[in-house]
């Protein structure tokens, strides 16, 4: 499904996800006070010289999505998650860990910034 903003995605959510997207939502614009949010690859996205992270529902977890270059810097942390390559995986039904969403996301905010500063 293709949506306009984050809000229409939120609200597209049965109750238990949105709350847990709403708390992920708002630890991300804590960590990342000027980003951008944007829909990207039908997501929530943050951006901010380039895209930040994203984050998304799925029917038995939710995920934050970052590039694979971030998701190393995390390795020994994200082991007690499931995951992909560029996706960690987290349950509905475990409190949020946000500390270490927040760290995850300034680090890949810190790498944008750098690879953009390099371009100049």
């Given amino acids: 499904m293709k949506y306009k903003d ?8 049965p109750e238990l ?6 708390k992920l939502r708002g630890t991300l614009t ?6 951008e949010e944007v829909i990207s690859y039908s997501m929530p996205a ?12 799925a029917k038995k977890h939710y995920a934050l999505y970052v590039y694979p270059r971030v998701m190393a810097v995390f390795r020994e942390e994200l082991r007690a998650y ?4 560029s996706a960690i995986h987290f349950d509905y039904r475990k409190p949020l ?5 927040a760290r995850i996301a300034k680090e ?3 790498q944008n910034l ?5 371009k100049k």
């Fill in 30 to 35: 804590r960590a990342l006070p000027r980003a």
């Fill in 46 to 57: 943050f951006r901010q010289e380039g895209i930040v992270v994203w984050y998304a529902a």
């Fill in 82 to 85: 499931g995951g992909t390559k």
């Fill in 108 to 110: 890949s905010l810190l």
């Fill in 97 to 101: 860990p946000a500390r270490l969403i």
């Fill in 6 to 13: 984050v809000e229409t995605y939120l609200a597209a959510l």
């Fill in 17 to 22: 996800e949105r709350k847990v997207l709403m």
């Fill in 114 to 118: 750098e690879r953009a500063a390099k």
